[in-house]
């Protein structure tokens, strides 16, 4: 079965320091991955994602993930974080777009 | 990007009721739309899959009789949650997707709080 498994529920970063969001998956056949954003009142908004081709995978709003099929991972990397990155982000696994399944998040805060 | 809006964006009702969501696409046509599922602490749940004109593909352990969604145009699908009970209180969230098969992007509302007196 697919599944996604995000095991920080919640992450607080230092402005200006590095960020690493961890993200682990199970999935039968060739993943398709992505990164998504949730800020309140807001939908999600798709950070990057991974189809084929080079590993790492660069984003928007600084973001980068890197694709290691050796551990099933895909994790989330930004060099230095903005007071404005506080958001949930979620992990995501399918066969394209379509069929999406969802990690449980990790809750990103920024201290000043 | 484009753009998803639902509305309303929070609605309160009494147990036995029902409820109506829309989701529309602003600024694309939508010939596939999903409605998800999102409980406290917890990660989005697929609910169904409508494509335009045609009806929805439910997901294992959704009612289909309970959860009606209905996609007749390709900017406007409807999620009704019908007889709502406590149970039912949750974040409801769409997305749509426009043409060009499984590598379009989803692009998503910014969900419905819904809760259930």
């Known amino acids: 079965a697919q599944s996604v498994t995000q095991p920080d529920i919640h992450i607080t970063v230092s402005e200006g320091a590095s960020l690493e969001l961890r993200c682990n998956y199970s999935y039968g056949a060739t993943p398709y991955l992505f990164w998504y954003v949730q800020s309140p009142g807001q939908g999600l908004q798709l950070l990057l994602k991974y189809f084929s081709g080079d590993t790492l995978v660069q984003g928007i709003k600084g973001f980068e993930a890197e694709f290691k099929r050796s551990q099933s991972s895909f994790n989330l990397r930004k060099p230095s974080v903005h007071w404005s990155d506080a958001a949930e982000y979620f992990c995501a696994v399918g066969a394209g777009f379509q069929k999406l399944v969802f990690g449980t998040g990790t809750r990103l805060l920024v201290s000043p | 990007g484009a753009v998803v809006s639902q509305h309303p964006s929070w609605v309160i009702c009494k147990s036995g009721t029902s409820v109506k969501i829309e989701c529309r696409s602003l600024?694309?046509?939508?010939?596939?739309m999903f409605w998800y599922r999102q409980f406290p602490k917890q990660s989005l749940m697929l609910m169904a899959t409508?494509?335009?004109?045609?009806?929805?593909?439910?997901e294992q352990g959704v009612e289909k009789d309970k959860f009606l969604i209905n996609h007749a145009s390709l900017t406007l699908s409807t999620l009704t949650v019908t007889s709502a009970h406590p149970e039912d209180s949750s974040f409801y969230i769409c997305?749509?997707?426009?043409?060009?098969?499984?590598?379009?992007?989803?692009?998503f509302g910014p969900g419905t709080r819904l809760t259930v007196l």
């Open positions: 409508s494509n335009e004109g045609s009806k929805a593909t439910y």
């Open positions: 600024d694309f046509q939508a010939t596939t």
């Open positions: 997305s749509a997707t426009g043409t060009g098969g499984d590598n379009n992007e989803q692009f």
